[in-house]
C-alpha cells in the first residue's frame, strides 16, 4: 500500500446491514484505513460524501431509493470527487460497463478476499483502475469482440468508400465519353444542315448525300439516347411483347448502319417474341459491335436455328475473338470490346437487359473460324 501522510477514509454504501457492517469492521481494522461512514442507499452516500469528503467510496450496485450506478455519477461529477469502487455480487460485463461509465475507478465481486478488497481500495486510492479477476476474463473478451466489430466496420466502411470513389470515377468517366459521343453526330448534323442552309446552288448528289449524311447523324443519336434510356432506367423498363418477323427487324438496323454490303442473314421467316423497337435495337447493337471488328472485305452474318420452343439467332463476326478475361465481363456496363472503336461501352449491357426484359438471354463465345459469335435466344412465336 503507497504510504500516505494521513488515513485512507472510506465511505462504506451497501443496503444490507450485515454485509454493511462486515466490511466496514475488516476495513476499519487494517492500518491506514479509517471508515468514516456507512450509507444504505445511494442518495444517503451522496449527502455523506458532501459532509465527509472520504477518499473512496465502496459502493453497492443495487440498491432502493438510488442505486449504485446513479449514485457514482453524481458523486463523480463533485469537485474534487473521491474514488469509486463499485462493490457487487454481479459480474455481467455490462454492469462493470455501465458502472465504469458512470464514472467507477474500480470493479470489486463481493465475495472477494478480504486481501483483495483492501488491495483494490488502495488501488483505486492511488489513481489506478481496480477490476476483479473473475470480471476481467469475459470483460476483456467483450471488449475484443467490440474492437473485433470496430475493426470489421472500419474495413467495411473503407470497402463501400473506395467503391463509392470508383463508382465515381465510373460516372465521372461516362458523363465524359457521353458528352464526346454526343457531341460527335451533333457537330455532323449540324454542319450539314448549315451547309444545307447556307449554300444555294448545290448540285442534286451532293445535296442527297449530305441529307443521307444528317440521317445517319440522327439515327446514330436515336440510338446513343435509346441506349442511355434503357441503362437509367434499368429493370423498371416496360416492354410490350408480340410476334415479330425477325428479318424485318434486321433489316431495318442494316439501314440504320448503312451496312448493306457487309452484312449477310438467313432469317427470313423467323417469329420470335419481342417488343419490335427494342429487337432492333439488340439487333443493331449487336450487329454494330460485329461490324467495327471485322476486317474490310468479310462480312457480317446471321443465321437462325430453332430448338423446340426456343429461337437462336447467332450473329457471326470475322474479328480477332475474345480473350477469356473479356468473355467474363462483356455483357457489364463499361466493357469495350478488342479491337472496337470508343464509345459508352454499354450497348452489350443494353442488349442483355433488354433480352431479359423479353424473356431471353445472350451468350458469346469464340467460333471456329477465329471470330466470335454472339447468341440471341428468344420464345418462338408460333410455339
Given amino acids: 500500500m503507497t504510504q500516505r501522510t494521513e488515513p485512507l477514509r472510506v465511505l462504506v454504501v451497501d443496503d ?11 476495513l476499519d481494522d487494517v492500518a491506514g484505513i479509517d471508515v468514516v461512514g456507512r450509507a444504505a442507499d445511494g442518495a444517503e452516500a451522496i449527502e455523506m460524501v458532501s459532509a465527509l469528503t472520504p477518499h473512496v467510496v465502496l459502493m453497492d450496485l443495487r440498491m432502493p431509493v438510488m442505486n449504485g450506478i ?28 455501465e458502472a465504469f461509465q458512470a464514472g467507477a475507478r474500480g470493479y470489486v465481486l463481493k465475495g472477494s478476499t478480504a486481501s483483495d478488497v483492501v488491495t483494490a481500495v488502495c488501488n483505486v486510492a492511488s489513481g489506478q483502475a481496480h477490476i476483479s479477476d473473475e470480471v476481467t476474463r469475459p470483460l476483456v473478451a467483450k471488449l475484443l469482440e467490440a474492437l473485433n466489430r470496430e475493426r470489421q466496420t472500419r474495413v467495411a466502411a473503407q470497402e463501400a468508400a473506395d467503391l463509392l470513389e470508383r463508382v465515381s470515377a465510373q460516372q465521372r468517366e461516362f458523363a465524359i465519353q457521353a458528352a464526346h459521343e454526343l457531341r460527335t453526330p451533333l457537330t455532323m448534323l449540324l454542319g450539314t444542315l448549315e451547309m444545307l442552309t447556307d449554300v444555294d446552288d448545290l448540285d442534286p448528289d451532293t445535296a442527297r448525300s449530305l441529307v443521307r449524311s444528317a440521317l445517319r447523324a440522327a439515327r446514330r443519336l436515336r440510338r446513343l439516347t435509346e441506349d442511355l434510356e434503357v441503362i437509367a432506367t434499368g429493370d423498371l423498363l416496360e416492354l410490350r411483347l408480340e410476334p415479330v418477323l425477325v428479318g424485318g427487324e434486321v433489316e431495318a438496323a442494316i439501314n440504320d448502319l448503312d451496312a448493306s454490303s457487309k452484312v449477310v442473314h438467313d432469317v427470313d421467316g423467323v417469329r420470335v417474341m419481342a417488343d419490335p423497337a427494342r429487337l432492333r435495337q439488340v439487333l443493331h447493337n449487336v450487329m454494330s459491335n460485329a461490324l467495327a471488328v471485322s476486317p474490310d472485305g468479310s462480312s457480317v452474318r446471321l443465321l437462325a436455328e ?43 449491357a443494353v442488349v442483355r437487359n433488354l433480352m431479359s426484359h423479353m424473356d431471353g438471354y445472350v451468350q458469346a463465345s469464340n467460333n471456329d473460324a477465329g471470330g466470335a459469335t454472339v447468341r440471341l435466344t428468344f420464345s418462338a412465336a408460333d410455339r
Avoid: C, N, W
Fill in 70 to 97: 446513479e449514485a457514482t455519477h453524481r458523486i463523480t461529477t463533485l469537485g474534487p470527487a473521491p474514488a469509486v469502487l463499485m462493490h457487487s455480487a454481479y459480474g455481467d460485463e455490462s454492469l462493470v460497463l
Fill in 16 to 26: 444490507e446491514e450485515s454485509i454493511r457492517s462486515a466490511v466496514a469492521d475488516f
Fill in 306 to 348: 430453332r430448338e423446340e420452343r426456343l429461337v437462336h439467332v447467332d450473329v457471326v463476326d470475322g474479328g480477332p475473338g475474345f480473350e477469356p478475361s473479356v468473355l467474363e465481363a462483356l455483357f457489364e456496363p463499361f466493357t469495350q470490346k478488342p479491337g472496337a472503336p470508343s464509345g459508352l461501352g454499354v450497348g452489350l
